[in-house]
C-alpha cells in the first residue's frame, strides 16, 4: 500500500512541479481538469473579448467574430458559453446537413449558426453531446 501511495505521491509531485515551472494556464490550456479557478485572465485579454464581442453585436463586424472564434471559442465548451462570448444566441440551423459529408460530423450533430456578419458570411458549429465538437480555432486567425 505504500508504495501505491508513493507513486501518487510522485506523480502530484510532478504536475506541483510542472505547474510551477510552466503555469497552471499551460495545464489548464492542455485540458487538466479543475485548474479553471486557479487560473486568471489577463485583463487585456477580458477587456479585448468584450470589445470584439460589442463590434460583432453591435455592427455584426467580421473581424471581431473571426477575433473572437479564433481567440476565446474552443472544442468542448457548451452553447450557452458560446453565445456568451459572441454575445448573440446561435440560431439552430438544417443548412449544414451538405457540411456533414466530411466525415467529421453525425447526421444527429445538432448544428448552431451566427451571422450573417458584415462581409455576408455566417460561421456554423457543430455541437455533439451539448459541446463544440471538430472545432479548430485556427480556421478563423486570418479573416
Given at each position: ?25 499551460t ?38 467574430l ?12 457548451q ?65
Amino acid at each position: 500500500m505504500s508504495g501505491r501511495r508513493m507513486i501518487y505521491g510522485g506523480v502530484g509531485i510532478a504536475v506541483v512541479a510542472f505547474a510551477a515551472g510552466f503555469g497552471c494556464e499551460t495545464l489548464q490550456k492542455a485540458g487538466v481538469p479543475g485548474l479553471e479557478q486557479y487560473v486568471k485572465e489577463d485583463p487585456a485579454v477580458i477587456e479585448e473579448e468584450r470589445e470584439q464581442r460589442e463590434k460583432f453585436s453591435l455592427h455584426q463586424d467580421h473581424k471581431a467574430l473571426y477575433w473572437l472564434l479564433a481567440n476565446r471559442v474552443g472544442n468542448g465548451m457548451q452553447l450557452h458559453e458560446v453565445e456568451e462570448i459572441l454575445g448573440a444566441p446561435g440560431e439552430l440551423t438544417t443548412e449544414a446537413r451538405q457540411l456533414k459529408s466530411d466525415g467529421l460530423h453525425q447526421t444527429n450533430d445538432p448544428a448552431y449558426k451566427w451571422g450573417p456578419d458584415s462581409k455576408g458570411y455566417s460561421v456554423i458549429l457543430f455541437f455533439r453531446d451539448g459541446h463544440v465538437s471538430n472545432f479548430n480555432p485556427k480556421d478563423y486567425r486570418n479573416p
